[in-house]
């Protein structure tokens, strides 16, 4: 077992778990069967880390199991490419389905057989009205629907029509089966729901063999019952459809009686979760791919240096309930920061880098100083820091005439150089344009290692990078991907894009044994926050992504009491 399993135990007090008890404790159900059911339309984004985190953490919890099945029922969208990246994703969030991979595809035989057996129980029938006039039949929330003209046709005609839609005689559109529930229902998912319809459309799976495909309520709950899931977790959209996930459980000969349960779907302040906006953002290069780090698909997470037990505790967090809410994307980064904080390695990055002659250093000379790898874990132990006359230090570290509560460098002032010295700035040398290019400064050599022998105090402490040393780099900061919190739902989304949310820094300067680390560690550039090594690296420089910043802006949301959770 994965320690995934570890993650859901205490706390675990939510409704799905307590009728899942309520069912093993009442003989109802002997073992556990939920499902993860991804469309192949896209990429896994953090709302699908919430359902897997509830679909595979009950299983585990109740040891029982979880099915990755993919609800692959609309070939016009889907491909073998989201096919492999869903399995890689589910993977990398700590989830292991064993040998129960499934396709809603793999029972399209099954499926069919139930249709015709609906047919032939008087319960399906072919419809020929246009998707127009479909509509208009359809009725409306307020009014009941009409009765199809096609809804009486004989068991004979519909089974030979169906035969004949299957052995594709019919263009697209120009027919469907339809269930025959009830057109006057209040709930509209029971006005004769289309069940099967005709694309001529390459499956990625099944590829030419049908032309006819089920509907999501003709696969989706079937799928369950030929699998035998006992509980069928779905987001709420999906409370209306479940009369009639349970009408076609009632009509058809299922080995299996599954029940669907819904819960709410996550929605996180200042992003979108909804696969065809990503897709749109994707496509328009409002970002630069699936795993742009600003996105939060799965992918993005990844890249941007999100461990995936952080995102697990996130929803884990974030709970399970039955009503509509929207998390604060603060409290993802608080999981992030909480965990890396414990295992991410400190190292010393200068990002807007000025530089700093200690002109009483030795010229040509360097020295080594031993650095902390990690405060919180001592096991980290430490590393050497190479040291010279020359050094960067931050340009925001530096002010030519400081206010009073900068405690940093400027004219005249002392502050303490982690790990190295002391020093002073004697001297600021401009261009032509008065920007500040270098500092000149004096060093006490008394005070190595970080402390003053005469116990004279500093109020600053800066990081540094020695000049000859240094290895470049290149540092992106992300923010937000919309500035508003909660983005328009509608087509006009894009305008609330964070024209900022990229800052890429090139020149950067980083210690050298950061080139050693492998390629996955997570790291904390002292005073700057979590990074991670991007795929862009190369011999050249590195590139590093911040991951999130030091400072916990959701401490502050919950000490206004903004939280939601
Ligand atoms: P989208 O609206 O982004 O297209 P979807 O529901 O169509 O998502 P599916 O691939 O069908 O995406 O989703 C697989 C599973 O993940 C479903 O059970 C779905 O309910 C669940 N899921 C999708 N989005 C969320 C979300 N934001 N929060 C929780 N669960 C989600
Ligand atoms: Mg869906």
Same mark, same amino acid.
């Given at each position: 077992?994965?320690?995934?399993?570890?993650? *859901?135990?205490?706390?675990?007090?939510?409704?799905?778990?307590?009728?899942?008890?309520?069912?093993?404790?009442?003989?109802?159900?002997?073992?556990?069967?939920?499902?993860?059911?991804?469309?192949?339309?896209?990429?896994?984004?953090?709302?699908?880390?919430?359902?897997?985190?509830?679909?595979?953490?009950?299983?585990?919890? @109740?040891?029982?199991?979880?099915?990755?099945?993919?609800?692959?029922?609309?070939?016009?969208?889907?491909?073998?490419?989201?096919?492999?990246?869903?399995?890689?994703?589910?993977?990398?969030?700590?989830?292991?389905?064993?040998?129960?991979?499934?396709?809603?595809?793999?029972?399209?035989?099954?499926?069919?057989?139930?249709?015709?057996?609906?047919?032939?129980?008087?319960?399906?029938?072919?419809?020929?009205?246009?998707?127009?006039?479909?509509?208009?039949?359809?009725?409306?929330?307020?009014?009941?629907?009409?009765?199809?003209?096609?809804?009486?046709?004989?068991?004979?005609?519909?089974?030979?029509?169906?035969?004949?839609?299957?052995?594709?005689?019919?263009?697209?559109?120009?027919?469907?089966?339809?269930?025959?529930?009830?057109?006057?229902?209040?709930?509209?998912?029971?006005?004769?729901?289309?069940?099967?319809?005709?694309?001529?459309?390459?499956?990625?799976?099944?590829?030419?063999?049908?032309?006819?495909?089920?509907?999501?309520?003709?696969?989706?709950?079937?799928?369950?019952?030929?699998?035998?899931?006992?509980?069928?977790?779905?987001?709420?959209?999906?409370?209306?459809?479940?009369?009639?996930?349970?009408? /076609?459980?009632?009509?058809?000969?299922?080995?299996?009686?599954?029940?669907?349960?819904?819960?709410?779907?996550?929605?996180?302040?200042?992003?979108?979760?909804?696969?065809?906006?990503?897709?749109? /953002?994707?496509?328009?290069?409002?970002?630069?791919?699936?795993?742009?780090?600003?996105?939060?698909?799965?992918?993005?997470?990844?890249?941007?240096?999100?461990?995936?037990?952080?995102?697990?505790?996130?929803?884990?967090?974030?709970?399970?309930?039955?009503?509509?809410?929207?998390?604060?994307?603060?409290?993802?980064?608080?999981?992030?920061?909480?965990?890396?904080?414990?295992?991410?390695?400190?190292?010393?990055?200068?990002?807007?880098?000025?530089?700093?002659?200690?002109?009483?250093?030795?010229?040509?000379?360097?020295?080594?100083?031993?650095?902390?790898?990690?405060?919180?874990?001592?096991?980290?132990?430490?590393?050497?820091?190479? @040291?010279?006359?020359?050094?960067?230090?931050?340009?925001?570290? @530096?002010?030519?005439?400081?206010?009073?509560?900068?405690?940093?460098?400027?004219? *005249?002032?002392?502050?303490?150089?982690?790990?190295?010295?002391?020093? =002073?700035? =004697?001297?600021?040398?401009?261009?032509?344009?008065?920007?500040?290019?270098?500092?000149?400064?004096?060093?006490?050599?008394?005070?190595?290692?970080?402390?003053?022998?005469?116990?004279?105090?500093?109020?600053?402490?800066?990081?540094?990078?020695?000049?000859?040393?240094?290895?470049?780099?290149?540092?992106?900061?992300?923010?937000?991907?919309?500035?508003?919190?909660?983005?328009?739902?509608?087509?006009?989304?894009?305008?609330?894009?964070?024209?900022?949310?990229?800052?890429?820094?090139?020149?950067?300067?980083?210690?050298?044994?950061?080139?050693?680390?492998?390629?996955?560690?997570? /790291?904390?550039?002292?005073?700057?926050?979590? @990074?991670?090594?991007?795929?862009?690296?190369?011999?050249?420089?590195?590139?590093?992504?911040?991951?999130?910043?030091?400072?916990?802006?959701?401490?502050?949301?919950?000490?206004?009491?903004?939280?939601? =959770?």
């Amino acid at each position: 077992m994965n320690d995934a399993a570890h993650d *859901g135990d205490e706390g675990s007090k939510d409704f799905v778990r307590e009728v899942i008890r309520e069912d093993l404790e009442a003989g109802r159900t002997q073992t556990v069967v939920t499902r993860f059911p991804p469309e192949p339309n896209g990429y896994l984004h953090i709302g699908h880390a919430k359902s897997m985190c509830l679909n595979f953490g009950v299983a585990e919890e @109740f040891s029982g199991r979880c099915h990755l099945r993919f609800d692959d029922t609309n070939p016009t969208k889907e491909e073998h490419e989201y096919i492999e990246s869903i399995q890689e994703d589910v993977r990398w969030l700590g989830f292991d389905w064993g040998e129960h991979l499934f396709f809603a595809s793999g029972h399209f035989d099954t499926l069919y057989e139930w249709a015709q057996h609906l047919i032939r129980a008087g319960k399906a029938y072919v419809d020929d009205l246009s998707p127009e006039e479909m509509r208009e039949y359809r009725g409306t929330l307020t009014e009941p629907g009409k009765n199809s003209p096609y809804r009486d046709r004989p068991m004979e005609e519909n089974l030979d029509l169906f035969t004949r839609m299957k052995a594709g005689e019919f263009k697209e559109g120009a027919r469907v089966l339809r269930a025959k529930v009830d057109m006057a229902s209040g709930n509209i998912n029971m006005r004769d729901p289309v069940i099967y319809r005709i694309l001529h459309a390459e499956h990625p799976r099944t590829g030419t063999e049908w032309c006819i495909y089920p509907t999501y309520d003709f696969a989706h709950g079937q799928s369950d019952a030929i699998e035998g899931v006992t509980h069928s977790l779905c987001t709420l959209e999906f409370a209306d459809h479940r009369p009639l996930y349970d009408w /076609l459980i009632a009509s058809l000969p299922v080995p299996f009686v599954p029940r669907q349960y819904e819960f709410s779907r996550l929605n996180l302040t200042h992003t979108v979760l909804s696969k065809r906006r990503l897709i749109q /953002l994707v496509e328009e290069n409002h970002v630069r791919g699936w795993d742009d780090p600003r996105m939060p698909t799965l992918r993005g997470l990844r890249r941007r240096g999100y461990p995936a037990p952080a995102i697990r505790d996130f929803a884990q967090r974030v709970g399970v309930t039955k009503s509509d809410n929207v998390i604060e994307v603060q409290l993802l980064d608080h999981c992030a920061r909480e965990l890396l904080n414990k295992t991410a390695e400190r190292r010393m990055a200068v990002l807007r880098p000025l530089k700093v002659v200690i002109e009483n250093y030795p010229e040509g000379e360097d020295e080594l100083l031993d650095a902390v790898n990690n405060p919180e874990d001592e096991s980290a132990g430490k590393r050497q820091v190479p @040291f010279s006359r020359e050094i960067y230090i931050e340009r925001e570290d @530096f002010m030519e005439d400081p206010p009073k509560k900068f405690f940093r460098l400027g004219p *005249g002032r002392e502050v303490r150089l982690r790990y190295a010295y002391f020093i =002073t700035c =004697t001297e600021v040398i401009k261009d032509d344009s008065g920007e500040v290019i270098e500092l000149r400064c004096t060093y006490d050599p008394a005070t190595r290692g970080g402390d003053a022998p005469d116990g004279r105090k500093v109020k600053g402490t800066l990081h540094w990078v020695s000049a000859a040393h240094a290895i470049a780099g290149e540092i992106r900061l992300y923010d937000h991907l919309f500035t508003e919190a909660e983005p328009s739902a509608g087509e006009g989304f894009l305008n609330g894009l964070n024209t900022e949310s990229l800052t890429v820094l090139e020149g950067c300067k980083l210690e050298p044994s950061v080139a050693e680390l492998p390629a996955d560690a997570a /790291l904390q550039f002292e005073r700057q926050g979590y @990074f991670n090594r991007d795929p862009d690296s190369n011999d050249e420089r590195l590139v590093y992504n911040r991951s999130v910043g030091l400072r916990d802006s959701w401490a502050k949301i919950v000490a206004k009491g903004g939280a939601n =959770t």
